[in-house]
Structure formats: structure tokens, C-alpha cells
């Protein structure tokens, strides 16, 4: 079990399970923010799934928010991998407990107590799952939440804040571009997936938390793909581009401004 700067994580088995009152709708939120522009990826509604638009070769972070006022799990998958254990994910695996509140962004696959490889939009054939021969989830990360099964203290929401900006990498893999060739080209099977970065610092520490059920209260699954795929499947408008350039492309002369009084 660990904490990280931002979360905590717990490796735990199923034990004594007690009833709670009813869980709140959705209490986690689950997003992805781009690491290299530090803005959170917009979702896009399409026949009942979310998606959003990865950049090649840009690092990503999985945010995780917790809207409610009690400790909760969530275990991850990204690409149908456990995010902490490596393992083929599934519920009952390990995960990141999250304060009452809190706003998390999980970075990369966990190594260590201390360090994460970057999660990285890349090729999908570059993905970390398809290199340890799972290649049929790429593609969609997800999350199963548990509730607490011991009485907790519910803390008050706190005042809004906005996550801190990242600094940009220009780093970009070979795999990567390739990638965005290939998606601009309108294909549609799955571009990409999410790749085994660099190594970065994730200082972590073990906790307990006992489940209040087997079944999550809540499963939540977000679907990416470079943009030009979610163009060409209807996700995402086509941009219109000008055929050529024009050595002239204004008009006539405007008025000058009126002068003041």
C-alpha cells in the first residue's frame, strides 16, 4: 500500500464487507490532461462512449477527482493493464485511494514506491500492452470505484482550485509520428495507445482500506485515439482548409477609429 504526493494506493485483499448507505452518482471524475500543453482533454460524447483527442508523443496524466467527502478506490486500467500491478486489470486489483475531495493525476505506470514510467501517447503497436502481448484493450482507460466500508468522517468540499500547470516536453518518439501519418490517413482500427515513457520521481507509502462491497459502485471508461481517426469516425468535424494561399486575402480599406472628444 502506498501514498503518493497526489494519491494514495493500496494493494489489498477482499475481507469482512459491511453495508453502506446508498453511493452518490459518479463519485469519481475521470479525465486526462495533456502533460505537454497542461490542458485537460475535452470529452466528446459518441454513441454512448467519451472520447478524447491524444496527441502523438505527448506525455498524459489520468486525473482523478473525488466528489465526495469520504475515502474512495479506484483501480485503473489503462490499455486493459493495471496501472500499479501490471496485471490484466480487473476490479478486485489494486488501486489509488482518494482523500475526501481530492484531485489526482496519476502520471505514468507504477515501478516503484518512489518512481512511474510516463504514460505517452504512442503508436499502438508501441503500447506497453501490445509489447506484453494484450494489444485487444488498447485504447480506453478506465476506472472502478469502491466505497469505504468503515465509518468515516464526511469533510466539507473545499473551495475550487485550479491543477497547476506542467512544463512542456518537445521530446517526440519516431513510433509516435508515425502514428499521426498513419492516422491522418483515416484508418480505422485503433491509432493509438499508451506507451511505457521515462522514468520520473512518484514518491508513494502503503495504506489500508477495507471495501464496502464486491461490486464497484461505479465503473467509468474513457476512449482516446488521435484526432484525425475521431475526424474520420464522425467524432470530431472536419476543419476546412483553404485550398491555397492568397497574396491578398483582405478586403477594402476599414474606417480609421473616431477620434476622442
Known amino acids: 500500500m502506498y501514498r503518493l504526493s497526489a494519491c494514495l494506493l493500496t494493494v489489498l485483499a477482499l475481507c469482512g464487507f459491511r453495508s453502506v448507505p446508498p453511493p ?9 490532461v495533456d502533460r505537454d500543453t497542461g490542458e485537460e482533454l475535452e470529452q466528446y460524447p459518441h454513441r454512448g462512449e467519451r472520447w478524447v483527442a491524444g496527441t502523438p508523443g505527448h506525455r498524459y ?17 489503462v490499455d486493459g493493464v493495471n496501472a500499479i500491478s501490471g496485471e490484466t486489470a480487473a476490479p478486485d486489483q489494486a488501486g489509488y485511494v482518494l482523500e475526501p475531495w481530492q484531485d489526482s493525476e496519476i502520471t505514468g505506470w507504477r ?8 504514460f505517452v501517447f504512442t503508436d499502438h503497436g508501441d503500447s506497453y500492452a501490445s509489447r506484453t502481448g494484450r494489444p485487444r484493450n488498447v485504447g480506453v482507460v478506465g476506472i472502478a470505484v469502491f466505497r469505504e466500508a468503515r465509518p468515516v468522517y464526511v469533510a466539507p468540499a473545499p473551495m475550487p482550485r485550479r491543477p497547476a500547470p506542467v512544463i512542456a516536453q518537445d521530446a517526440r ?18 491509432q493509438l495507445g499508451t506507451g511505457h515513457g521515462e522514468r520520473e520521481g ?12 464486491r461490486m464497484p459502485v461505479q465503473l467509468g471508461e474513457l476512449r482516446y485515439d488521435a484526432r484525425p481517426r475521431l475526424v474520420a469516425m ?9 485550398a491555397a494561399p492568397r497574396a491578398f486575402p483582405g478586403g477594402f480599406v476599414p474606417d480609421p477609429p473616431a477620434r476622442g472628444r
Not at 452518490?24 to 486526462?32: G, N
Not at 515501478?111 to 510516463?118: G, I, L, N, T
Not at 514518491?203 to 464496502?212: D, G, N
Open 61 to 77: 496524466a489520468v486525473r482523478l477527482r473525488n466528489l465526495t467527502g469520504e475515502r474512495v478506490l479506484a483501480v485503473l486500467s
Open 111 to 118: 515501478k516503484s514506491p518512489a518512481e512511474v514510467a510516463q
Open 234 to 242: 464522425g467524432i470530431l468535424p472536419r476543419q476546412r482548409v483553404d
Open 173 to 190: 518518439a519516431d513510433r509516435a509520428m508515425a502514428a499521426e501519418a498513419s492516422a491522418a490517413r483515416g484508418e480505422a482500427r485503433q
Open 202 to 213: 512518484s514518491a508513494s507509502h502503503a495504506t489500508r482500506f477495507e471495501r464496502a462491497s
Open 24 to 32: 452518490p452518482d459518479e463519485p469519481v471524475a475521470l479525465s486526462l
